[in-house]
C-alpha cells in the first residue's frame, strides 16, 4: 500500500473516532447517514458511489474524492469508466477541478498498484 | 408542458443561440463538448445524465438541474431512482441543497405529467 | 403577513410534504436530524439559529436564509443583533454577499412588520 | 430603459440605502472599500471592473454581474471584449456558469439598447 | 505548543506582515474592519468568533478555521459547545464538511493541550 | 528556483500527462480550449491572464492561481498591479480568500526571486 494511501486512512480512521467519541448526536447521526446513502437501492452501490465521486470532485473535496474512489475501486469500476467520471466533473465543474482531479488520478493508480 | 418547463426551454433556446451567434469560438467549443460529454462510452449516457445532475445540484444551479432532470427524463431514470440521486447530493451537499430539491422535485413532477 | 412571508412559507410547506412522501428514507432522516441540530443543548437554540442564518449566507441560500430568519425572529434575536451576524457574514463571504443581505434584510424588515 | 435594469437599479438602491440607514459600522466600511477597490489605481478602473465581472460570474451571483456589466458598460468595454470576460468565466468555473452567462447577455444586450 | 498549532502561526503573521508592507489600501483596510467585527457590540465578541468559525467551516477553508478556533479557545468555547458548532457546519454544509472537522477537532485538541 | 515553483511544475507536469494519456477525449479537449482561452484576441493575453487569476483566487484554488501567477509574471504584470488583483478579489470573495492570498505572495516572491 502506498504512504499516500495508507496516511489517509490512518488520519481519517484516528480522527473519525474522536468525532464520534464526542457524543455528539447529530455528528453521529450524519456519519449513520451517510453510510446508508450509497447501499444498493433503487440505483445499485456502484452507482451511488459515482456519484458521490462526482459531487466530491466538483465541490473539489480531496479528502471525500479519495474516498469515495476507494469504494469506485471496490466496486470495480474501470479506469475508463473513472476518466469519464472525472471528465464530467471537469465540464461541470470547470478547470478549477483539473488540480483535484490531477491528485485523484495519482490515488486511483496507487489503488490499482495496490 | 407546464409554464414552468415552457419558460425554461424557451429563455434557454433563445440565449443559447445568441450566445453562439456572437462568434466566441471558446463558448462554442465548450457547447460542443459539453454535448460530446454525456454521450454513450464506458458510462452509459443515463448515468452520465445522473453524473451531471448530482454535480449541478450539489453546486446549486437551478438551470443546470433542470436541463440535467429533462435529459434523465428522456433516458427512463424512474421516481425511486431520481430520490436516490437527491439523497446523495443532500447528504454531499448538505441541508443547504433542500430548497434545490423542492424546485427538482416539482420540475420533475412536471415533467412526469407533461 | 407579507406575500413575500406567505409565498415562501406555502411552496416551502407543499414541497417538504412531497419530499417527505415520497418515501426516501435518506431524505426523511436529513429532515430529521435538520429539526435536532437547532435544538436548545450546550448552546441554545437562539445561537444555533444564528450559527444556521450564517452559514446560510455565506453560502448564499437565499431560501435556507429566509427559514433561519423567522426561526431567529421567534427566538427574539434582535435588529441590532441581526445587522452583526449580517456584517460577519459580509466580511467572511465577500461582497458577493450583499445582494443576498439585501434580500435578507427585506426579509426581516417583512417579520417586523408581520 | 428595459424593466429588467430598471428593476434592478430600484431594488438595489432602496435596499442599499436600508443597509447602510441600520448604522452598522462594518456593512458601512464593507461599502465604502467596495467602492475603492475598483477605482484607477495601478490597473485602471477598466479592468478592475472586468475582474469584479469575471469573480462575479464564477461565484454565480448575478446581481453581482449586472452591477460589473454596468460599470463595464460605462467604462467602454466592448461587445467582443465582454464574449472574452464570458469565456474565462465559463472555462475556468464551468458548465453551471452557462445559465448566468445567458442572463448576462440579456442584461448587457439592454444596456447596449438603452 | 504543538508543531501544528506553530506552523499556522508563524506563517500567517510572517505573511500577513508582507501583505500589509506592501501598501495596498484596500487590503490594509480589509484587515482593519475583519478585526473589528469580531469586537463586542450587539453579540458579544464570544458569539461573533462562533459566527466567524461556522462561516468558515461551511466555506471549508482550513486556515480560517484554525484562526476562529484560536479565538473560540481564547473566550472560553467550551467542547461540548464546539461540538454542537460542528454539528451545525455539518448539516448545513454536508458531507464535504467532515474532513475539515476532523482538522478542526485536531487543532482543537492541540489548543487545549497548549 | 524555489522548491516551491518546482514541486509544482513538476508535479503537474507529470500528473497533466497521464491525464492526456489516458485517451478520454473530453479531458483532452478541455485541455485544449484552456490553452486557446488566454490567447490574445479583443482581449490581451495579459488582461485574460489576470481574470483567470482572480476567478482562481475567489474560487479559492491554490494550484489554479500559481499556474496564473506565473503566467502573470512572464507577461510583466507589476506587482503593485498584482497587489490590486488581490484586493479585488479579497473584497468580492471575502476573508476567506486571504489564506490564499498568503500563498499566493509567497508563490510570487519566489517568482520574482527565480
Redesign the interface.
Known amino acids: 500500500m502506498s504512504d499516500l494511501i495508507n496516511d489517509f486512512r490512518v ?2 480512521e484516528k ?2 473516532k ?2 464520534l467519541a ?6 453521529k ?2 456519519y449513520n ?2 453510510t ?3 447501499m444498493d ?3 445499485s452501490s456502484k ?2 458511489e ?3 465521486l ?11 474524492v479519495k474516498y469515495h474512489l476507494e469504494q469506485c475501486y471496490e466496486l470495480k469500476v ?4 473513472m ?17 483535484h ?3 485523484a ?2 490515488y486511483w ?1 496507487d489503488l490499482e498498484k495496490s
Chains 1, 2, 3, 4, 5, 6 share one sequence.
Open positions: 488520519y481519517r480522527m473519525n474522536k468525532i464526542s457524543d455528539n448526536k447529530v455528528m447521526r450524519i447517514i451517510d446508508n446513502t450509497y437501492g433503487a440505483l452507482t451511488k459515482m456519484l458521490g462526482v459531487a466530491s470532485m466538483v465541490l473539489r473535496c480531496d479528502d471525500c474501470s479506469t475508463p469508466e476518466m469519464e467520471i472525472f471528465a464530467v466533473a471537469n465540464i461541470v465543474g470547470g478547470t478549477i477541478v483539473i488540480p482531479t490531477r491528485r488520478l495519482e493508480e
